[in-house]
């Protein structure tokens, strides 16, 4: 068969128009690709870094609610109703704490909110009393296990005497798998496509997640925990320890070593795109055939 000039020329035609619209329209796809990816990085990181602060500022307060309560019950410690009503005081004014105790330095329980009254004048030996009558100092603890069967970290606030003197310290405990304020700061949003957050502590375990079957697992080989855990900030694209492609923007907690990450399934950040493609052709379609 002969092939003629015109059809040579025609064929010729057609497959530069064609060439010429793919390529637009790869070329439009990997563009918007890469900006959905890098706002949706953008969004998360500046969502995580809100929330830490949000969360740094909680324990701040908190800290000084107990460093109030200590001032007060320094030249009061030997008057048992006096540590009651504050114990109940601050268990009863806000609800930044699920429980508050007070103890003396050699680990009696002087004083207790109302659920916990059984406790007192018996001596407690857990992983946030000691940690306190060691530190001596103002401390949140790492996630433990109560006497109660209860997962929670302590907020602690030594309380010493006019000389100096070490005379034990009180506490408000913070629930990690039930409601209280931690999770009304960052338990109330309503996402859709699979976004959320999670916090962790300074050793990568969960202390607030979404499914509070996960809190208290370790997830250090989450590279934005790993991240996190070196005190960065930032965000990035990363698989998650339970194999999923996400978007993830974090942020530390100074005041307590915890990070925050928010993140997105990346799958949720590019469906739209699909829509957008085949828009795009049927916009450039016909123009293309027209030529």
Do not use: C
Request: hydrophobic share 45%; no cysteine; charged share 20%.
């Amino acid at each position: 068969m002969r092939i003629h000039l015109r059809g040579l020329v025609l064929a010729l035609t057609i497959f530069s128009a064609v060439v010429a619209t793919a390529n637009a329209l790869y070329a439009s796809y990997r563009v918007q690709r890469e900006q959905l990816i890098a706002n949706t990085l953008e969004a998360n990181r500046v969502y995580a870094a809100k929330l830490a602060e949000s969360a740094g500022a909680f324990l701040k307060t908190a800290q000084r609610q107990l460093e109030y309560s200590a001032r007060h019950l320094a030249a009061r410690f030997e008057v048992p109703d006096i540590l009651a009503a504050e114990a109940m005081r601050l268990q009863e004014q806000t609800d930044s704490f699920n429980t508050v105790g007070i103890v003396r330095a050699d680990g009696m329980v002087l004083a207790t909110s109302e659920s916990l009254r059984s406790f007192v004048g018996t001596r407690i030996d857990n992983a946030g009393s000691r940690a306190a009558l060691e530190a001596r100092k103002p401390l949140i603890s790492k996630p433990y296990v109560s006497l109660t069967g209860n997962l929670l970290i302590n907020v602690s606030q030594p309380i010493q005497s006019e000389t100096g003197r070490y005379l034990g310290y009180i506490a408000g405990t913070i629930y990690l798998r039930s409601e209280g304020a931690l999770h009304t700061l960052l338990g109330k949003h309503h996402y859709q496509d699979g976004s959320y957050l999670y916090v962790v502590d300074g050793d990568g375990r969960l202390i607030y997640h979404e499914d509070s079957s996960r809190i208290g697992t370790d997830v250090r080989s989450n590279p934005a925990v790993a991240a996190v855990m070196r005190g960065e900030a930032g965000a990035q694209r990363l698989t998650n320890t339970r194999g999923v492609d996400m978007l993830a923007g974090y942020a530390g907690v100074s005041s307590s070593g915890w990070g925050v990450v928010a993140q997105r399934p990346t799958k949720a950040t590019l469906e739209p795109l699909d829509d957008l493609v085949w828009a795009l052709i049927g916009y450039a379609a016909p123009f293309a055939l027209l030529f």
